[in-house]
């Protein structure tokens, strides 16, 4: 009943991260805000010079824990959590003679 869902930020500086739920619907994005020295051409940017946005749809009654970053590693910790009147019950039977 509990799931991790990992994403690598290295490069990311504090704040540049979100992580929105709205509804079922998780949404990390990533955007840069440092200025970059313009007197360069590259040919290749990483992870860490590129915006993205992820999404995913959560199951029913899937609520976020909590989020770390450890080693540039982001870490959003879910867990299903069914509320007792949504659980299955077992039904006595009667025997009768």
């Known amino acids: 009943d509990t799931v991790t869902i990992e994403v690598a930020v290295a490069g990311f500086a504090e704040g540049e991260i979100d992580i929105a739920l709205d509804k079922r619907l998780l949404t990390i994005t990533g955007a840069r805000k440092r200025a970059e020295d313009e007197s360069y051409e590259y040919l290749h ?6 915006d993205f946005k992820h999404t995913f749809t959560l199951a029913e009654h899937v609520e976020v824990k909590n989020a770390t970053i450890v080693d540039g590693i982001l870490s959003v910790y879910l867990e299903r959590e069914v509320p007792e009147e949504a659980k299955p019950k077992a039904i006595a039977i009667t025997y009768t003679k």
């Open 45 to 50: 940017r990483g992870i860490s010079s590129r």
